[in-house]
């Protein structure tokens, strides 16, 4: 499986004449982006047949893995959900490993067995991927409990429809008589599957961690910075100690949940409102303004993710697929293994 | 010399282990400041502290998937959930997520984590604080099921749980926590699990049970000696995954297999043996049949819920009918 791989932290080199502040909001830049084409090739993959099953694409929602995973530390770790591809790339996750996983293939980051939904790479951080409501929450939640002997802190990805979950009202509870370092990270994209959010949620989604006295905060998550500003504080208050961090992060999905989705549900004009704040188009429009980058830098970036995924997708066609005659291990082998 | 009493060999399993790896932790609901329900873990929160012993909102869904996510960051938890009965809000954590982890990973980490919970019938705790939760677990890949039946193999088998690097469930039968045996000289090391115990020798019939079942079998094996009948009474001590060498060893000599089971007849693990023996071993047969509880919720009214349960007296009675029949 040793393969040379396509990082996403390996970034094109900056032009010398950025600034600071510049080059960092070009590597954001370059990491949505990673995610944005990653989530087109995964839908056209799966229509050409090469990804099976269903997939919950992150279209639109790029600031909030991007923004996030740039303030974790390397004892830090996070847990995602079955819209899982971007939380993944935004911790580091190879790409390439992510889309051959999608194929099914044996150079997949769990050597195919895990699929779209439920995707795990301990080295980069990332506890998993959760298919069921809430797992993602719990998951987090116990990590808390050990990362916390060494500094850490953990993160949970879920939606909005998460919090009408037991796991969010348990999970929370536990976390803050615990004063456990988790952060919170309600991703509120307003419609859980085909249902609005409002339809389905007594009262404010603030006002829930509010009442256990967790510090809580909503912010514009197709701004990057916005985010990546928040979650840092957060992340830093949980690691000091104050308990668990809840942030209500505003966004969209630009496609449907999951693939068979045509987006009935959605009201007029709401999408094209939604896609004039593209958290790409949003940091295109910061990048180019207030951090002088040339447009012609971030077109620069624009065609190097363009090459890496054009040469991701050849590589993950031609991978190997996993051998069914090879054996499998029921259990753990007694101290191999334990983390 | 002093006796070991099953509910302290579990306390003291535990406070070993607590001291002997900093990694252990264990929670649950009263476990910590009131020592559990059923009064198993007195002082393990004096002993170890608030950070590694301690006591849990009413929160099933978040103690077992919390213990899940610690497992696989570094922990090696210990839950307890209080009774078996309510596994069912415990599943996600352990089926979706505990028991798949190392497979779905391929292989990156193992889930060390313990489950303990109070099982079993006969307490007039009624339908549902009595069930024997084995056979929601039984169809679950990764999941070992421990199931001891006396004070000494309760010790060394929570020991060898807590060591185990995959995602146990260890289940306390309510009418043992009070029996006693006498403690040995040499110190109780932790077991290995998956291997089954040839409890009595006998030529006529194996027995196979587990929990309180041993007891009733080995008090019926006394009282069927009588009749010329000798059992051999296997103690299955581990039923996920089944140690299926020793039973096919010991029905090659008496070539009459009785699997003896509280809980219903369909889908227990007494089927899935019976079934694995008959694959192995058809031919070396004579006889092969269950003994269970009826496919009914348990009955609370003592004489219900006594005639519910195949303790001693329907152990003697099914295997005299069945032996003088054949
Ligand atoms: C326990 C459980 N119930 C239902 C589902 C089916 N389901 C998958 S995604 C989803 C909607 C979740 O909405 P939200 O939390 O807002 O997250 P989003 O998909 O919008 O990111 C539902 C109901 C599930 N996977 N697990
Ligand atoms: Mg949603």
Redo the contacts with the bound molecule.
């Keep these: 499986m040793a393969r040379a791989t396509t990082n996403a932290a390996a970034a094109p080199a900056p032009a010398q004449e950025l600034s600071g502040p510049a080059q960092h909001g070009l590597e954001l830049y370059r990491r949505m982006l990673v995610i944005r084409r990653f989530e087109e090739t995964v839908q056209s993959l799966f229509q050409k047949g090469e990804v099976h099953g269903t997939t919950?694409l992150y279209i639109g929602?790029e600031a909030g893995a991007v923004g996030v995973g740039d303030v974790l530390k390397a004892q830090d770790r996070a847990a995602g959900?079955?819209?899982g591809h971007g939380h993944a790339l935004g911790l580091g996750v190879d790409p390439q490993a992510l889309l051959d996983e999608m194929l099914g293939r044996a150079s997949g980051v769990c050597g195919g067995r895990a699929g779209s939904m439920n995707v795990i790479d301990l080295a980069h951080r990332l506890i998993g991927c959760f298919?069921?409501?809430?797992?993602s929450i719990s998951a987090a939640t116990g990590a808390a409990l050990a990362l916390r002997r060494e500094d850490g802190v953990a993160v949970a990805f879920?939606?909005?429809?998460?919090?009408?979950?037991g796991?969010f009202h348990e999970c929370l509870n536990f976390a803050a008589v615990r004063k456990l370092p988790v952060l919170y990270m309600?991703?509120?994209?307003?419609?859980?599957?085909f249902?609005p959010?409002e339809d389905v949620t007594a009262g404010e989604i603030e006002a829930r961690p509010r009442t256990l006295g967790i510090h809580t905060e909503t912010i514009d998550g197709n701004d990057v910075w916005a985010v990546r500003e928040a979650a840092g504080a957060a992340v830093e208050r949980a690691r000091a100690g104050e308990g668990p961090q809840f942030i209500q992060s505003m966004t969209y999905?630009f496609v449907g949940?999951?693939r068979s989705d045509p987006g009935a549900y959605r009201k007029p004009g709401e999408l094209d409102r939604w896609k004039q704040r593209d958290p790409l188009l949003v940091a295109r429009t910061k990048l180019t303004g207030e951090l002088g980058v040339p447009p012609s830098g971030v077109d620069e970036v624009d065609a190097a993710v363009e090459a890496q995924i054009d040469a991701m997708i050849e590589a993950a066609l031609a991978a190997p697929y996993p051998d069914p005659s090879l054996p499998v291990r029921e259990f753990a082998p007694q101290a191999e293994h334990a983390p | 010399m002093a006796d070991l009493e099953f509910r302290r060999a579990i306390r003291d399993a535990l406070d070993e282990e607590l001291a002997r790896d900093e990694r252990v932790v264990f929670f649950g609901e009263d476990v910590a400041k009131p020592g559990g329900v059923f009064a198993v873990t007195p002082g393990l929160f004096d002993a170890h502290g608030e950070e590694r012993v301690f006591d849990t909102p009413i929160s099933e869904l978040a103690i077992t998937g919390a213990a899940f996510g610690a497992a696989v960051s570094g922990l090696r938890p210990v839950i307890e959930i209080m009774f078996g009965d309510f596994l069912p809000l415990a599943m996600?954590g352990l089926v979706n997520q505990a028991a798949k982890y190392w497979y779905l990973s391929n292989e990156q980490a193992s889930v060390p984590l313990v489950v303990r919970s109070a099982v079993g019938a006969g307490g007039r705790f009624g339908a549902i604080h009595s069930q024997s939760p084995v056979p929601w677990f039984q169809a679950v890949p990764g999941l070992r099921i421990v199931a001891p039946s006396t004070p000494v193999d309760a010790k060394a088998l929570l020991k060898g749980a807590i060591r185990d690097d995959n995602p146990v469930l260890f289940f306390e039968h309510k009418r043992l926590y009070s029996i006693k045996e006498p403690l040995p000289d040499d110190p109780i090391e932790a077991a290995t699990l998956g291997e089954a115990r040839v409890v009595r020798e006998g030529g006529d019939l194996t027995v196979v049970t587990a929990m309180r079942g041993v007891h009733d079998a080995l008090a019926a094996a006394e009282q069927l000696s009588a009749d010329g009948i000798e059992l051999e009474v296997i103690d299955l001590r581990t039923l996920r995954p089944l140690d299926l060498p020793t039973v096919l060893a010991s029905v090659r000599k008496t070539n009459r297999l009785l699997a003896l089971e509280e809980g219903p007849l369909t889908g227990g693990w007494a089927g899935e043996l019976v079934a694995r023996v008959s694959e192995e071993a058809l031919g070396e047969l004579d006889d092969v049949w269950r003994l269970t509880t009826k496919d009914l919720p348990i009955p609370y009214s003592p004489p219900l819920e006594d005639a519910f349960l195949p303790g001693t007296d329907a152990i003697v009675a099914n295997v005299r009918g069945r032996l003088v029949a054949a």
Excluded: A, K, Q, V
């Design positions: 919950h929602e959900t079955y819209r298919g069921i409501i809430g797992g879920f939606g909005e429809g998460t919090t009408n979950h796991y309600c991703e509120n994209n307003l419609y859980g599957e249902t959010w999905r949940h999951s | 996600d």
